[in-house]
């Protein structure tokens, strides 16, 4: 063990040290000096003239807070500098895990060394964060109750030789504190070093880069040094010293012979960079996503061979103008760190080069790859640079504005006042030379609005404006919006889509797709004059004056906004269809039961043809991550299974720092979230590039690699229905909490479903009255209350014809505007089982297992087509291989002869085991907090945006069958393995780690 140099060695000495510490400890305890109680926890102030009793060498001198200083830290904390190396003594809890703070000011890795050989890094952000945690586990502190730390800085801070400046040392702490209660799984922990007894700290090559000394290094295009600069908005050139470096440049940097090396480059840039050596690729460094400079890459062995010296080469593309002044030069660099490596870590291996052919032809609904970026001017050139370095093959673009701007000349509209009349048909043609397709984002009704008064057609156009009903949950006071359905406004604006249509876009997003007034919360319209006139037209009534779920008329205003909704889109789509035959068109149909989604938006949750259906898959909270992704994966692709997507921003939900372990959580999430949309047969899409770009390049890969097995047209067996009705009429009774348990039987009947591997999809209201049902082998109607007579009359002849009907709760007690029935005609039709009570919504908010199990066995007398043994965690959903128009044959099927569409069975397998924190998901319910076993993260922290630890476990040995298929081959498509058989006739799937795709081709 180190021996520090206040270290007592003699034993009856050092005893007495230890009084004196825990003496000291106790006289500066934060909690109460009465009843104080065992004591959990320990604070040392390393501000207080006490504080010599656990410092060492390295540790300099106190101040006091500063109320001069820009920084809250140095204004609110006394505190001692360290120094780049240093010493500490700790008190710690003998026998227990200790999570041990420290309240501490620095921007860079702190290496420390605990006890006999216990090590912990901790990352610099280099921002406002001051508080730095980690667990010292048990086993490392055994019976001790003082632990010796020794702290290095890496890369050490280096003080210039014109300036001896205390606050320019490496870090300044203010407090320790130790506890042994509230251990967070979520903080990193100790683990043992391979060399207890080496403190040296790793070999490593160091170049400060802003200070004397650093030409040996400098090749070209490098420019003058700079120190700190106290008033930057920047904050690494507020506490740096660096270099400027231009669009090409080169460094000199020493290496490590015959060894893979690390190069951290501490630097900020403005665009990507291609790094080179000996003119190969090395990687790509890009803009940092978060206050996070560290730019990390590897130079493989083999590319060094014998040399102790390298020359990179960086080349910026886009470059910068030259006409830019030298301070928007392409980077700047404080240092370079280089160290060497046994191996190349999986996340680091080198970015693949951009080929230079352009992205496959497919059709808008199969391109798995986008980002929404709708700038209304830019440098197209770095616009489309950035989309394929990100390999994405459709963008998301602005033609319009939710303030209703147009980015276009216009005859109807309003353009902006900086629009660039060719900026929009450039960049859609600069986008399609790459083969990159182009959807415009264009407003259905106003969207994006944070202020009234930046609504653009309502200043335009105030007679046009929507008018609301009264209901006090919802006020209309500072609420805008434009009447879509019944104004002139209808006419005018289906004219400004027009023109937007023929700036040669491949298809449209249509957001603010409602009936409702914004900023958020919206207020429910229309009942303007021209609504007025219109609802008398089609119905023969007065429009409601108020919201009353005991009016009939109310009633039908509410479903008549959902037709007129539907309507007003269809007319919308035909018009720029005049302009562009074909045009796809997909409406934001982001519905509950997320988001305080409501009745309000005009939204009905109704199967579709011809329009795209979206949903977003976005919270800010940790425990429904996954919930969210998978219910609205499952929801979207449903509403229409030829043309869907999921959107999901590509920024974390948590207090993103930007540290490896947060960037690792980040791109698992991403990479699931990605991967589940085309396991469920829907296309996602982000908000803005997915960031850092190096997690957003893999991300985009992985899809890629996948791609060619998408497939919409899932095999089924159990039907699920989703009422609009029964939400609305069913779910609003007044008295009742029918709404927020129907919505939570919803999200249980597919959290049951999907976790015992069923094979099912949503049917809605206008499915059953158009007889849509013959698909499936078995019908559940999950506390569906509300059934028209004509829906029950479709569901006897669905008997008839040997469907079989699970119901539950108060299915078929009333019609279709929720007025209760006298007698159930449901519950007397032959072959329905019918259950008093709502299994899933029992199994969802007390995981009642027994309930779970008797729906299932109700479900599945029989063999379902798709049998599967695994646990919850696997996502399996099955699909048939589409055909590709062109060709007849299988998309992607890399076969020597056509397959047919009925002959592929394309099964994915995605483990979302990170998002099952001790096995379960621990969502209760949409108002509940969620439940977890084991050693978690606490409930607050996944309830409210804390560092959730997401762990990936793989699953093994998972069996699959598929009765009533001869199979002639499978292959796990992914890792490239034949599966043969068991005896019984299942396939064993040895192993999946996130995703993987079994291919079976059938007889």
Known sequence: MRSFPFACDQPGLGRLAGVWIVLAIGSIQASSAQDRGPTTKHVVDIGSADDELFVGEGIYSREGANLKSAVSFYRE???????????????????????????????????????????????????????????????????????????????PYMVPSDRRDARQLAMAVARVTIAHTEISESDPRAVRAPDAAEHAGTPERFINLGLDGDEPFVVDGIYQREGPLSWSKDPLARWASFRWFSSQWGLRLPVFPQLHNEIVIRARSSRPIRVTCDGQLVTWLFPAAAPHYEMRLIVPAERIGDRSEIELNGVAIPPVPAESGQRDLAMLADWVRIRPL?????????????????????????????????????????????????RCNVMTIGPMNGQHWTAFPTQHGIPHPKMQAEFLPQQVAALHRWGIAAIGWLPFNVQDL???????????????????????????????????????????????????????????????????????????????PFCQDSFRR??????????????????????WRNEKLLEVAAEFRDKMRESKPGLQVTCNWNIWPFGDKDWDTGIPLWSQDDLGTSQHAYTGRPDLEW??????????????????????????????????????????????????????????????????????????????????????????????????NTHDFYGHLPGTTNRDDYRDTTLGTWLLLTERHAPFRWVFDNEIEDESLSAYDVLLLPNTACLSDGMLDRLNQYVAHGGRIVATADAGWYDQWG???????????????????????????????????????????????????????????????????????AFG???SVPVPISRTLWIHLLNVSAFYPAGDTGFRGMGADPVYAGAVASDAQIAHGGRVVRVNTPVKNIVIAVPGLSIDRAQLAIAGTEIAPSPDGTFVIPEVDIHDVLVLECR
């Not at 930046?454 to 009264?470: G, H, L, R, T, V």
């Not at 229409?640 to 490896?660: F, K, L, M, Q, V």
């Not at 396991?679 to 997915?690: F, M, R």
């Not at 259950?835 to 299932?856: C, H, K, Q, V, Y």
């Open 77 to 155: 904390n006394s505190m001692r500098w360290f120094g780049n190396r240093w010493t500490m003594r700790l008190p710690v809890f003998a026998r227990r895990d200790n999570r041990i703070e420290l309240s501490a000011r620095f921007s860079r890795r702190v290496e420390l060394t605990l006890g006999d050989g216990w090590t912990v890094t901790l990352d610099g952000r280099g921002d406002d964060s001051t508080s730095y945690a980690f667990v010292l586990p048990a086993d490392a502190v055994g019976e001790q109750e003082l632990i010796e730390v020794y702290g290095v800085c890496s890369p």
């Open 342 to 390: 046994d191996e190349i870590p999986a996340d680091m291996m080198p970015i693949a080069d951009l080929s230079d052919q352009p992205e496959a032809d497919l059709p808008l609904s199969f391109r798995l790859r986008g980002t929404e970026s709708r700038p209304l001017f830019t440098d197209i050139e770095a616009y489309v640079h950035e989309a394929r370095l990100m």
């Open 450 to 528: 944070r202020r009234t008064v930046d609504c653009q057609a309502a200043a335009k156009y105030p007679q046009w404006k929507m008018q609301y009903i009264d209901w006090p949950e919802r006020p209309a006071a500072d609420r805008v919006g434009m009447c879509v359905v019944s104004s002139p406004w209808r006419q005018m604006h289906a004219e400004i889509l027009k023109e937007a249509a023929a700036t040669g876009i491949d298809g449209v997003f249509f957001d603010g797709f409602y009936l409702g007034g914004i900023p958020h919360p919206i207020s429910p319209g229309c009942v303007c």
């Open 538 to 559: 089609d119905t023969g009534l007065e429009t409601p004056a108020r919201v009353d779920w005991t009016d009939i008329t109310f009633k039908r205003w509410i479903r």
């Open 627 to 724: 919930v969210m992704m998978g219910f609205k994966a499952r929801l979207s692709h449903d509403l229409n299974p030829r043309h869907s997507d999921i959107w999901r921003t590509s920024r974390p939900a948590w207090n993103y720092d930007g540290s490896d372990a947060d960037q690792a959580r980040h791109e698992l999430t991403m990479r699931t979230f990605m991967l589940s949309g085309l396991t469920y047969g829907t296309t996602p899409w982000h908000g803005e590039h997915i960031q850092p770009a190096e997690i957003g390049i893999r991300v985009h890969q992985a899809v890629q690699s996948r791609e060619r097995f998408f497939g919409q047209d899932h095999l089924r067996h159990i039907g699920v229905v989703l009422s609009q």
């Open 819 to 889: 007025q209760r029935r006298a007698e159930n005609r449901l519950t007397q039709l032959a072959g329905i089982r019918h259950f008093d009570g709502e299994p899933s919504l029992a199994w969802l908010r007390s995981r009642d297992t027994a309930a779970a199990d008797r729906l299932i066995d109700a479900l599945m007398p029989g063999e379902w087509p798709l049998q599967v043994e695994a646990p919850p965690w696997l996502v399996v959903n099955a699909s048939w291989a589409p055909t590709d128009p062109k060709t007849g044959q």
């Open 893 to 895: 099927e890399q076969t």
